[in-house]
């Protein structure tokens, strides 16, 4: 339930997918079997509702939200060399991304990051945390909600889309993919990736923290299909869960817009 580095994450959980699930082992100008490929293979073809999902893109551009609904970060630094106080902006939604799945008969919008801007909406994941691994989460609500045909169709478009890429279809990318490791290339080509989409350079963190989710992303994925656990997941998820944030500013005692300091 926390904010920031949104487009490293959605993009290495979307790498990390193709990887391990859209891949194979078969090096077709050698016609054999390469063992420096990745293990992931098309029969594990991820599905929605039986419908599997044909294409997925990282989208960007921006969600309506009121002002109030967005956070700030007051930091006060008291130490003997300085007294300061500090304030940040948190999440923008004039800058924002979010997932877009394909199938052979619609197409979704998977939301994960407007827990904080007061869209307060998160689902019970039960079901689907890792069964096989040590440092699986302990919590099992995680913030995101899937928009569907019937979701578009009672409410509001709250989703303005800019720009759209691919990365299933991406011909740099699917050559990355199949290999077990990221060169020093290898990882530069992904972080092109990541600021194809941002249209902007990113920072020295944002870029490890894409190669070390991808790879961490990546362990989890392999694992799930070493061990069958998706044979398990149900046939739906389950029902969504709705949480406040901590200061939503109805809650908050009055309409902080109507107040002077506000």
Known sequence: MREGHLLPILISILISLMTEMYTT???????RIAPDLSDGHFIHNKQRGGNTITDFWTCKGEVEVKDSDTLGYFIHYDCELCDSVDFYGGQDPKTHYWIYLKTLREEFVLELSMFTINVARSTDGADYVPKNLYTAPEFHEFPGFLITREMRQTTGQIHHERERFSILHDTTTQNIVRLNRYNKVDQGLLVEL????????TH???QDLLISWISRNRDVLASNLFHREYLQYTSSIRKECCCGVDCNSKRAGG????QADW
């Open 204 to 206: 020295e963190l944002e």
């Open 255 to 258: 309409n902080l817009e109507e």
């Open 25 to 31: 082992k078969y090096d077709p100008q050698k016609n």
């Open 194 to 201: 990541m600021e194809k989409v941002a249209g902007k350079l």
